[in-house]
């Protein structure tokens, strides 16, 4: 019965082995139940139709009418600009730090990325709403700085150091004899890494970019703070308009409508969309960082 | 045979590929290297032999300046390729490697074919030129004996070859830029006896045309290539004569308590 247990059956007699199997099997109980709960939960509202949640964007409560289009597309933007937005600076610094940079600046330029990587969300979300919203509004004479934009910017600003390091790192584990032999033909340092480090660390950078985006698609609360929380599709896809991506929507309704009915459900389907959206980034990502180490 | 023999003894009638004088070399303030003074003979296979640490490796990389890369070192003395300094900061490095070519441990050819790979040096140095190209493949892989097991695939991956054949590319990459010195750092140590036969072979027929500097653990590889040997012990060269010298009629105690393996 369990012969998924190590085969040598002499640890079988001590109880320290099966405090320390019970304890690893409660975790993955709770992740079966976390999964289902967030399945069956939802039901209600895939029932009534997997794309017409999906694709609407009309989420009225009181009419128990429920389309999750406004904030899939809130999330796919603001995911999208924080990309845009990181990617340039996230590459240029990993590429600096790994092949330009003395050892020991390098060091301190990647504790000092690990520092922010490290931040918690909702320090960034309170300087994005204090600075960032009040110069966007500024920059660009908006009513309101609250916007799909800003918040973008913010996650771009977010994500940008776990990017930045993680890339670097897959940059700086190709092996130095790629970058010996550029160097023995007679490259320049820069030509070594374009043509023969980059190709070699691309999976990895790639898998390190995959997994900002999963921190940017399920980052919550800096988000909320800045987005302005309309659930829209504004019109003529205007980016500085105020919008709403997932996991803000659910942090400002969950309180709300915790237990209660199709709206519970409907939260619940959001999160399961969320959760399979940052699943797939993040295990792309795992999957191609780990390729990039063997 | 026995005109070479007693051409191979006098390293004075050698004419000199590169001349290190005085050279020592610190990592920060380890001192890798102190007080080198060897004159390495042109058209000739000269090998590095010693135990682990005792600072071939690095002196084979002051040679095309690679150490460079590594954070704060320190090289003193001079070493002159033809009538130049290399370390003079008014030279191109790039130049120099150019004219240095080197081989590594780990065979690494590049995941491209296998033309790709020898026609890289010359075109990132410029040249473009399809037929020209095509020669430089064709001499380069003929020179490394690689051309009639590859001529029908050049266009396939390098990586499909075997280890020799991968290491052999390599070479091949390395002289299609057409160096006159080429520094080998161990180029057998990942290759099975056979293969690594073949380089030896290899290496032979190359000094005609290139000086050879070649760092080596074997002490009977060294025995086997190489016209001139140098002993390097704790960053000092205990002895550098011919090879033959070096392993029948040592000098010097640590050399012969060496190579009789009594350490190392």
Known sequence: MFSFLVPDRRCHADPMFWITVFFAGLVLLVAIIFFSYLIFESMPIWEQGVWAFLTSVEWEPAEDIYGAGAMIYGSFIVTTLALLFALPFALCGAVTASEFLSPRTRLV??????IMA???????GLLGAALLSLW?????????GATLFTAGILLGIMILPTIMTLAEDAIHSVPGEYRDTALSLGLTPLQAFLKAVAPRALPGVIGAVLLGLGRALGETIAVMLVIGGLDIVPSGFDLFSPGQNIPSKLGREAAEAIGSGL????????GAVLFFGTMLLTGAGSWLLRRNKV | MTQGTSQRKELSACETAVLIDKVSFYYGNKKALSDICMKLPKNKVTAFIGPSGCGKSTLLRCLNRMNDLVDNVRLEGTISIGDQDINEPSKDVSDLRKRVG?????????????????AYGPRIHGLKDKRELDEIVERSLKRVALWEEVKDRVHDSALQLSGGQQQRLCIGRAIAVEPDILLMDEPCSALDPIATARIEELI?????RY???????????AARIADFTGFLFMGELIEFSATELIFRKPKEKKTEDYITGRFG
């Not at chain 1, 330029?109 to 690990?114: L, P, Q, R, T, V």
């Not at chain 1, 966007?136 to 309101?144: S, V």
């Not at chain 2, 032979?204 to 005609?208: A, D």
């Not at chain 2, 000086?211 to 590889?221: A, E, K, L, S």
């Open chain 1, 118 to 124: 490290g931040a918690p969300g909702v320090v960034y």
């Open chain 1, 136 to 144: 966007i509004k500024d920059f660009f004479g908006l009513i309101d």
């Open chain 1, 109 to 114: 330029f990647k504790g000092a990325m690990e």
């Open chain 1, 263 to 270: 709206h519970w459900n409907a939260l619940l389907a959001l």
């Open chain 2, 102 to 118: 080197m081989v590594f441990q780990k065979f690494n050819p590049f995941p491209k074919s296998i033309y790709e790979n020898v």
């Open chain 2, 204 to 208: 032979v027929e190359l000094k005609e």
């Open chain 2, 211 to 221: 000086t050879i500097i070649i760092v080596t653990h074997n002490m009977q590889q």
